[in-house]
C-alpha cells in the first residue's frame, strides 16, 4: 500500500509540473498539514527515489554534501544526502529549510537555478542533476514565534505551494482513511480541531495539526478511551501550562 494523500487544490498537478520542467518546489504550511506526506506521496507516483534531510541550525555544508572519512589505513569520500540525491537523480526533501544555516543554502543555490548543479570543493567535482532530479523544500511560514524566513533570493528559486489545514470534510476523511477509526468520532476528532484553532486566547506557539488528531484517533482505535486520547495525543502536545491545558481539557469535555 502506497503513501496516503488526499488532495485539497492542484497540489499533485503543480508538483508532478515542476519534476516535469525541472523546476525547485517549495512547499510552505504550519506543522503537520501534510506537506511531508505529499512529498512521499508524488515520490512513489514518480516513482522516484525521496532522499529527506531534517534541515536545523547545526546542519553544516559537509552534513549534506559529504565528509572525507578514515577507513582502516585509507581516507575515502562519503557523499552527503544532497550530492546522493544528485548522483541518483532522487527527489531531495529539505524539511524545514528556513532552520538551515545560511552558508548552506548558498551551497545549494546552483541546484535549484537553471544550472542544476552541485560543487564538490574538497573532491573538486561539479555534479549536474540528471532529469529525475527534483529538489523540494518546506518550512513553516511564521506559525512560530520568532521563527526564521526565508530571504527573498533564496525563496525567488522556487516554485511555491502553500497548503492549509484541510475543510472538515476532507480532514473528516483523511482520519478515516489514516486510522480506520469510524466517520463519525473524526468527525467529533474535527470539530474540537476547529474549536481549539479559533480559541486565540490560548496563545498556542502551534495549533492542533492534523498529524495530531491522527495520533489521537490511533491511540482511541487501540482502545484508550477517546477524551484521554486526546489529552494525550493533543492537549499535552500543544502546551506546558497548567492553566492551557486545562483549558484544552475543557473543550475536549465539551466537544466530547
Not at 557523499?79 to 524539511?95: F, N, Q, T
Not at 525567488?156 to 472538515?168: A, E, I, W
Not at 497548567?242 to 466537544?255: A, F, H, R
Amino acid at each position: 500500500m502506497g503513501t496516503y494523500y488526499r488532495e485539497v487544490g492542484n497540489e499533485l498537478d503543480v508538483f508532478k509540473k515542476c519534476f516535469e520542467n525541472q523546476m525547485p518546489l517549495l512547499i510552505k504550511g504550519p506543522t503537520g498539514c501534510g506537506k511531508s506526506q505529499l512529498v512521499g506521496a508524488m515520490a512513489e507516483r514518480l516513482d522516484r527515489p525521496l532522499i529527506k534531510v531534517a534541515c536545523n541550525e547545526d546542519t553544516t555544508s559537509s552534513d549534506l554534501l559529504g565528509r572525507f572519512l578514515i577507513k582502516g589505513s585509507e581516507t575515502v569520500w562519503q557523499d552527503g544526502p544532497v550530492a546522493r540525491a544528485v548522483r541518483e537523480g532522487a527527489i531531495l526533501y529539505l524539511d524545514e529549510v528556513a532552520e538551515a544555516r545560511e552558508d548552506v543554502i548558498v551551497a545549494l543555490h546552483p541546484l535549484t537555478d537553471h544550472r542544476r548543479q552541485l560543487y564538490l570543493d574538497r573532491t573538486n567535482e561539479e555534479l549536474t542533476a540528471p532529469p529525475g532530479f527534483m529538489c523540494v523544500a518546506s518550512f513553516n511560514p511564521g506559525y512560530q514565534k520568532g521563527f526564521k524566513e526565508l530571504k527573498p533570493s533564496t525563496r525567488q528559486r522556487f516554485v511555491t505551494l502553500s497548503l492549509g489545514y484541510p475543510p472538515p470534510e476532507i480532514e473528516t476523511e483523511v482520519l478515516h482513511k489514516m486510522t480506520g477509526m469510524e466517520l463519525k468520532t473524526c468527525s467529533k476528532l474535527v470539530h474540537l480541531a476547529q474549536k481549539i484553532r479559533s480559541q486565540k486566547h490560548l496563545d498556542l506557539q502551534e495549533t492542533v495539526s492534523t498529524r495530531l488528531l491522527v495520533h489521537a484517533a490511533q491511540l482511541a482505535k487501540s482502545g484508550l478511551p477517546l477524551r484521554s486520547s486526546c489529552v494525550y495525543g493533543i492537549a499535552q502536545c500543544l502546551s506546558d501550562d497548567p492553566q492551557v491545558v486545562e483549558g484544552l481539557q475543557d473543550l475536549i469535555n465539551l466537544s466530547l
